[in-house]
């Protein structure tokens, strides 16, 4: 046993210094970025925004939706070969499939794939813990089969599994565990890790080997959006933020919608005929106001990113974690200090 006494931070624990700026309007932000990923050669550009592959979040509606910002979505796992093989033929620049790592999760891939080939595939391979030997091994037969997929993975907290992931095979790992608001990993677990400081040292590790991260789970409001990009995330995956809209599938019962994580009773319930006895729920379901369509949402999100790029002068998104300083508001003697991760 060791403790760990560097101090670890969360969104709540920062804000961002403003600076000086030549820029005259917010209209001047470019919050598109383009992106070649380290191992399946490929491209993108467009806003790094990710809806979470959670029931009510990972819809095909919502991918319609973000089609429309150029931004994407991680499809929850529980749609049909055959929905997807449907949804895939309209080569939607905007979602990503989700899968699991046991054999029939690989199947239901190789289904879709087959028929539709590498048509803008992108993947993610999501996992509660992405510390396990079977998982690592699963992302290397992955890559070695389907080369030129973009591949997201995860999820870690720490540089070294960052590292390890992307040597494996991954293009952009997904760096959080336990900050979710229907998450209660932390709670029931102890396990977990200050999601300002996974970024941010998650983010330093991947740049260093070309690769990518996503900022997964935290965010409650766009300036934590706005935090997790100063801090070095390449992209920012959203669950609670997108849920409750129109987008959602889910219709709303007395003007409001359930909501729940995917490790929760809800979700094994539904999904899995409830949870096996050797486990315990990791997640809650919560009631949230209906929200209407998410295009008011997003406009809030994004016109967050543009006014924080023009507080600190970046005229581009991929600027901004080169322009932030982060000063520490959560003890009476306030820190501040730079934040030195160089965006890839």
């Known amino acids: 046993m060791r403790i760990v006494e560097d101090v670890k931070l969360d969104y709540k624990d920062v804000l ?11 209209n001047e932000v470019n919050i598109k970025r383009h992106f070649k990923f380290r191992n399946a050669g490929n491209e993108w550009y467009g806003v790094p925004l990710i809806a979470a592959n959670m029931d009510g979040v990972g819809t095909f509606e919502m991918a319609y939706a973000l089609e429309t910002h150029r931004a994407m979505v991680a499809l929850t796992k529980h749609y049909s070969d055959v929905q997807l093989i449907e949804h895939f033929k309209r080569d939607l620049n905007s ?47 992955f890559r070695e089969r389907y080369p030129f997929v973009v591949l997201m993975a995860g999820n870690v907290v720490t540089p070294e599994m960052t590292e390890e992931l992307i040597l494996a095979g991954v293009d952009i790992v997904k760096v959080g565990i336990g900050p979710g ?47 997790a990009f100063a801090a070095g995330a390449d992209f920012v995956m959203l669950g609670s933020m997108l849920a409750a809209h129109d987008e959602g599938g889910n219709p709303p019962i007395n003007g409001n919608v359930h909501f729940y994580g995917m490790s929760s009773k809800t979700a094994n319930d539904k999904h899995f005929g409830g949870l096996k006895n050797y486990r315990s729920s ?20 994004l016109g967050g990113l543009r006014s924080a790029c ?15 300083t982060f000063v520490r508001c959560t003890q009476t003697h306030s820190a501040i200090f730079e934040n030195n991760t160089i965006g890839n």
């Open 181 to 227: 608001s229907v998450c209660t990993t932390r709670k029931m677990t102890g396990i977990g890790y200050p999601q300002l400081s996974a970024v941010i040292e998650c983010a330093d590790a991947a740049h260093g080997l070309r690769g990518h991260i996503i900022a997964d789970g935290g965010c409650t409001v766009p300036g934590d959006i706005v935090k």
């Open 95 to 141: 979602s990503v499939y989700s899968l699991g790592i046991s054999d029939k999760d690989l199947n239901k891939f190789d289904n879709v794939y087959n028929i539709n080939g590498e048509r803008h595939m992108r993947v993610c391979i999501d996992v509660a813990n992405g510390y396990t030997q079977a998982f690592v091994e699963f992302i290397k037969r």
């Open 282 to 301: 990791e997640g809650r379901t919560v009631e949230l106001r209906h929200r209407g369509p998410v295009s008011n949402t997003l406009q809030e999100i």
């Open 310 to 324: 023009t507080y600190v002068g970046a005229s581009e998104l991929k600027e901004l974690s080169k322009r932030t």
């Open 16 to 26: 961002i210094v403003p600076k000086r700026s030549t820029l005259a309007s917010r």
